[in-house]
């Protein structure tokens, strides 16, 4: 069964420091994976797609890192700021020939604190 | 561009009503995206279009639930009766390519759907 787990569920930082977000999965064909950042209130926005051949891709603070072979990705927040404070959802997809599906994570909830 | 664009923002209905979500996808984008979203089972994909066609509908939970896409910039989301474990946000996305492209996904602001 294709699934996503992230983790942890939830993470409280202070404004400044640093954190590394989860995300492990058994999807399978993989064709890429991506991460999104959700405000309270809105909709997804992304932040990151990775191919299968990619190690790492950056936005701005946000870095993310993928390991095909253990089928781990992690997201990395520099220098937190108040405004990162969001859910952060990893999302899986199946290739084309096997349906082009989307296996979404539960997601992580970040407060960052002043 | 003024995004995905969803209406309405907030939707409260009773039970065994209909009730229809619309949406506007990016002009140029060939895939638009049906998701629902609840604290207890997080973002799930319910239907995707691919060029106005429906490629997935597996997610769709039930009869209740349909999908229209009867030209590329508009698509209906109708459920019908609906029930209060129907309330979620739903949200619409759309994306230059299918599910397993590169392409980015932008996503509409949600209506929040609560059937009492």
């Known amino acids: 069964k294709n699934q996503v787990e992230q983790s942890p569920q939830s993470l409280i930082i202070l404004e400044g420091k640093n954190c590394t977000l989860q995300?492990?999965?058994?999807?399978?064909?993989?064709?890429?994976l991506r991460w999104y950042k959700q405000d309270t209130g809105r909709g997804p926005v992304s932040l990151t797609i990775?191919?299968?051949?990619?190690n790492t891709k950056s936005n701005g603070r946000y870095t993310a890192t993928l390991d095909a072979d253990t089928k781990q990705s992690s997201l990395h927040i520099t220098a937190s700021q108040l405004s990162d404070s969001a859910s952060y959802i990893c999302?899986?997809?199946?290739?084309?020939?096997?349906?082009?599906?989307?296996?979404f994570g539960g997601g992580t909830r970040v407060l960052v604190k002043p | 561009d003024a995004g995905v664009i969803q209406s309405p923002r907030h939707e409260v209905t009773e039970m065994g009503q209909e009730v229809t979500l619309r949406c506007k996808p990016i002009?140029?984008?060939?895939?638009l995206f049906w998701y629902r979203q609840t604290m207890m089972r997080g973002l799930e994909l319910l239907i995707y279009?691919?060029?106005?066609?429906?490629?997935?509908d597996s997610g769709m939970p039930e009869d209740r639930f349909s999908a229209k896409m009867p030209n590329a910039s508009f698509s209906t989301l109708k459920i019908q009766p609906s029930e209060p474990r129907d309330s979620a946000v739903y949200f619409c996305?759309?994306?230059?390519?299918?599910?397993?492209?590169?392409?980015?996904?932008?996503f509409g602001s949600g209506t929040r759907l609560t059937v009492v």
């Open positions: 279009f691919n060029n106005n066609v429906p490629i997935d």
């Open positions: 990775m191919t299968f051949s990619e």
């Open positions: 995300c492990n999965y058994t999807v399978s064909p993989f064709s890429n």
């Open positions: 999302v899986v997809s199946v290739s084309k020939a096997a349906g082009n599906k989307l296996t």
């Open positions: 002009s140029g984008h060939n895939s």
């Open positions: 996305a759309s994306s230059l390519g299918p599910a397993s492209s590169n392409y980015g996904y932008t």
